[in-house]
């Protein structure tokens, strides 16, 4: 299957400080990507669509000048958590899915963000 | 609203067992459905992917199938290994773009040796 990349794995921070996220398509071109937000225990919430070349499309209750999306090619979209506060601690899963396929996803290997 | 409910919440077989996970949807308007696995800590595995069309996919000791009308598939898991202790969940798309799916909540396997 087609793979995606998400690094880091792992990141720690203090409150107040800014971290980005990265999700790479390595063997497909894709023009949309999904960020996701789990809780322990709890399945994932959809976040915001990410849109190569425009704006991403945030769902209700996701502040998007809290979570900056950029897709800025057909490979890779970053998601910018700003002026992080533990309640922003949260294991955080991209995904995205090959143009013109059978609607197939395929996610990153996430994301836990800690934020002290 | 859709709304994807897995049953049972949790499973714990011996090793060899076949099992059947269970995947119920309100809305039988999907484009398809698919099944992942989740390790702890780690992002999801796609496993299947049954179109609306389709009754049934299969792929090695994994077979999924669909019934739409009923708004239910499930996940039958042949001779289990210790290997597939996850957690596996179903999430269904209704337009086909994965941009509105609903995730189930996911049923956590253990297979015990």
């Known amino acids: 299957g087609a793979v995606v990349s998400q690094h880091p794995s792992w990141v720690i921070c203090k409150s107040g400080t800014s971290v980005k996220i990265e999700c790479r398509s390595l063997?497909?071109?894709?023009?949309?990507m999904f960020w996701y937000r789990q809780f322990p225990k709890q399945s994932l919430m959809l976040m915001a669509t990410?849109?190569?070349?425009?704006?991403?499309?945030?769902e209700q209750g996701v502040e998007k000048d809290k979570f900056l999306i950029n897709h800025a090619s057909l490979t890779l979209s970053t998601l910018t958590v700003t002026s992080a506060h533990p309640e922003d601690s949260s294991f955080y899963i991209c995904?995205?899915?090959?143009?013109?396929?059978?609607?197939?996803?395929?996610f990153g290997e996430g994301s836990r963000l800690t934020v002290l | 609203k859709q709304e994807v409910t897995q049953i049972p919440a949790a499973l714990s077989v011996p090793e060899g067992e076949n099992l059947v996970l269970n995947c119920s949807f309100t809305?039988?308007?999907?484009?398809?459905l698919q099944w992942f696995r989740q390790d702890p800590g780690k992002g999801l595995t796609s496993l299947l992917l049954i179109q609306s069309s389709q009754r049934e996919q299969t792929s090695g000791r994994l077979n999924a199938s669909l019934d739409k009308s009923s708004g239910r598939s499930t996940l039958y898991i042949a001779a289990s290994q210790p290997g597939d202790s996850a957690t596996y969940l179903c999430a269904v798309d209704p337009t086909g773009t994965a941009s509105k799916l609903t995730f189930g909540t996911g049923t956590r396997l253990q297979v015990t040796l």
């Open positions: 063997d497909f071109q894709a023009t949309t």
């Open positions: 990410s849109n190569e070349g425009s704006k991403a499309t945030y």
């Open positions: 995904s995205a899915r090959p143009g013109l396929g059978t609607g197939e996803l395929f």
């Open positions: 809305d039988s308007a999907i484009y398809n």
